[in-house]
T-cell receptor, first 113, second 109 residues
Framework: DAGVIQSPRHEVTEMGQEVTLRCKPI?????LFWYRQTMMRGLELLIY????????DSGMPEDRFSAKMPNASFSTLKIQPSEPRDSAVYFC???????????FGQGTRLTVV | DAKTTQPTSMDCAEGRAANLPCNHS???????VYWYRQIHSQGPQYIIH???NNETNEMASLIITEDRKSSTLILPHATLRDTAVYYC??????????FGAGTRLTVKP
C-alpha cells in the first residue's frame, strides 16, 4: 500500500485565493483526520470523519475552512478565501475505527502571501 | 485543554535507554494511551498504544502505572535516528487524537 497520499506537497498562493488540499486515505480505513501544524500552535486537529461522515469539526478555525469526504477514498480541505495566517503544514491521517494506529501523509506545506 | 503533560525536552546518549514520561491524571477508564513521534517535518508516526497492561513491540515498550495516571515510553537502545518530538495522547476509540506539545528527544553520540 502506498500509504496516505496528500497533494499537492507544496502550495504557494496569494491572499484571497481559494486553496484545495487533497487526501487519499489507505484503502479499507474508515476514519480520516485533517490536522494543521504551525510553530506557534503545534499540531491541531481540524476535523475528522468516520465512514465519510464528519463527526467533529470543532477544530475548524473559521467558516473560510470546509472539508468534504465524498467517498471512502478521497477527502478535500478547502480554504476560501485564504489568508497569510493560514500558512502551515496540513496533514491528513487515516485509520480503522477500532483502536489501531493512525497513518499520516507527508503533509501539504501551504504558504499564503 | 491538554489531557497529558510531558517534559518539553530530554537528552539521551546513543545506545542507552530513553525513558519518556507522560502524566494523564484525568484519564477515564476506557481511554487508551497512544504514543506517536514526529521526525523533523514528516508526518507523525505511530509507536505503540495500551489500555492497562504494559505493551511491547519492535520499536518500544509502554509502561502504564496501575492507577493509569501516568505512563512511560521506553526506547531500549536509542539511536541518532530516534531524535524526534514524542507525543503522548489519551483517546477514546482512536477517534479524538489531539496532540499536545510533546517532548523533544535529542539522542547524542
Amino acid at each position: 500500500d502506498a500509504g496516505v497520499i496528500q497533494s499537492p506537497r507544496h502550495e504557494v498562493t496569494e491572499m484571497g485565493q481559494e486553496v484545495t488540499l487533497r487526501c487519499k486515505p489507505i484503502s479499507g480505513h474508515n476514519s480520516l483526520f485533517w490536522y494543521r501544524q504551525t510553530m506557534m500552535r503545534g499540531l491541531e486537529l481540524l476535523i475528522y470523519f468516520n465512514n465519510n461522515v464528519p463527526i467533529d469539526d470543532s477544530g475548524m478555525p473559521e467558516d473560510r475552512f470546509s472539508a468534504k469526504m465524498p467517498n471512502a477514498s478521497f477527502s478535500t480541505l478547502k480554504i476560501q478565501p485564504s489568508e497569510p495566517r493560514d500558512s502551515a503544514v496540513y496533514f491528513c491521517a487515516s485509520t480503522r475505527w477500532e483502536n489501531t494506529e493512525a497513518f499520516f501523509g507527508q503533509g501539504t506545506r501551504l504558504t499564503v502571501v | 485543554d491538554a489531557k497529558t503533560t510531558q517534559p518539553t525536552s530530554m537528552d539521551c546518549a546513543e545506545g542507552r535507554a530513553a525513558n519518556l514520561p507522560c502524566n494523564h491524571s484525568t484519564i477515564s477508564g476506557n481511554e487508551y494511551v497512544y504514543w506517536y513521534r514526529q521526525i523533523h517535518s514528516q508526518g507523525p508516526q505511530y509507536i505503540i498504544h495500551g489500555l492497562k497492561n504494559n505493551e511491547t513491540n519492535e520499536m518500544a515498550s509502554l509502561i502504564i502505572t496501575e492507577d493509569r495516571k501516568s505512563s512511560t515510553l521506553i526506547l531500549p537502545h536509542a539511536t541518532l535516528r530516534d531524535t524526534a518530538v514524542y507525543y503522548c495522547i489519551v483517546s477514546l476509540y482512536n477517534n479524538d487524537m489531539r496532540f499536545g506539545a510533546g517532548t523533544r528527544l535529542t539522542v547524542k553520540p
